[in-house]
């Protein structure tokens, strides 16, 4: 089976290669502009986005939506992730959780997927917490500031570690599940 995986990021279509060959599912990393509506429910954010794509004539495809929700800032930047990862950064995040106690965090990734016309929508978690400072060159985005045994930050695991416990990485569990059921 292949699936085309419509993302302008690098690092998702790298971890989407890794968890799907698993499974043999190749994937198909294809770069196309869609508008992401505004929302505070990422899954609305994916419905809409794969609305737009299946009323272009695109299918056979994965999108996701991912956010990290900060605790103690009340789930910041969670659907702001992007804009906030670009604006401020790792370093804007540290800097807000300084002398903070709490720092429990989650990661979600909200994968929706069109096989043959039939539409799978499923979310993975990662519970972790934010570190004291950047560690690790591996993955992107929040990994080096995101830990989640509280030790090693996701940027500090090889790809496949990062896979085995991470919210993509559970997301794509979940969807394999759905898919074998699908086609039983
Ligand atoms: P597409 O929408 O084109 O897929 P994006 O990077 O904008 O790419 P998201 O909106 O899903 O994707 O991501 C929101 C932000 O969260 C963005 O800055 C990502 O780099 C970051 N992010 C997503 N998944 C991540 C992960 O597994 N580890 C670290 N940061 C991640």
Redesign the pocket.
């Known amino acids: 089976m292949r699936l085309k995986v419509i993302?302008?990021?690098s690092?998702?279509v790298n971890?989407y290669r890794e968890a799907l060959s698993s499974f043999s599912i190749t994937a198909d990393p294809v770069k196309i502009q869609y508008d992401?509506i505004q929302s505070s429910d990422p899954e609305e954010i994916v419905r809409k986005g794969m609305d737009h794509l299946k009323a272009s004539g695109i299918s056979d495809f994965i999108?996701?939506?991912?956010?990290?929700f900060v605790d103690s800032l009340n789930g910041f930047p969670g659907v702001y992730?992007?804009y906030v990862?670009?604006t401020i950064g790792n370093a804007g995040i540290l800097k807000l959780m300084e002398n903070v106690s709490d720092r429990k965090a989650v990661?979600l990734?909200c994968i929706g997927c069109n096989i043959s016309g039939k539409d799978i929508m499923v979310t993975g978690k990662c519970d972790g917490v934010i570190l004291e400072k950047e560690a690790g060159a591996e993955?992107?985005?929040?990994?080096p500031i995101?830990s989640h045994d509280g030790k090693r930050s996701?940027a500090e695991m090889p790809l496949s570690e990062k896979n085995n416990i991470?919210?993509?990485g559970n997301a794509v569990k979940l969807l394999v599940k759905e898919i074998e059921k699908m086609i039983r």
């Open positions: 993302t302008s990021n690092g998702k971890e992401e999108i996701d939506d991912s956010g990290m992730s992007a990862q670009e990661f990734c993955g992107f985005g929040y990994d995101f996701l991470s919210h993509r």
